[in-house]
């Protein structure tokens, strides 16, 4: 993707999260908006974008954190659903991002009987 695009979509979601905070316009449809962007672009984006976009993303959800108890259900439901949106747009997307994988934990089928049990 050009840098200019990318500098549009970026400055357009900085301006939607200003907008958010003093207008009528709520933080899930300005993540909606963010996400049908990313939506309509991702196909070519590079691991440059990918970074870029969940950047975007976790300022998102950081604000999502802050203001999450004023919202309604329908607004927090909005969210999450285009939270995993976005989420399964980047796992199916051919560049391979940046996210940190997933440990692998040894499990012992004994300790885990005992859990269910009750007796730890």
Not at 24 to 45: D, H, K, M, Q
Not at 90 to 109: F, H, I, S, Y
């Amino acid at each position: 993707m050009k840098k200019s695009t990318l500098l549009a979509l970026t400055v357009m979601a900085a301006v939607l999260l200003g907008l958010s905070s003093c207008s009528p316009v709520s933080l899930s449809a300005t993540f909606r908006i963010f996400v049908n962007e990313v939506e309509a672009r991702c196909p070519g984006y590079t691991a440059e974008d990918w970074a870029e976009a969940n950047a975007t993303c976790d300022r998102f959800m950081n604000d999502f954190k802050k203001k999450r108890i004023t919202m309604s259900r329908d607004e927090v439901r909005e969210m999450k659903e285009n939270l995993a949106r976005f989420r399964e747009l980047e796992a199916n997307t051919p560049v391979l991002t940046e996210r940190p994988p997933v440990e692998e934990v040894e499990v012992d089928p004994n300790r885990v009987e005992d859990f269910l049990k009750g007796n730890l």
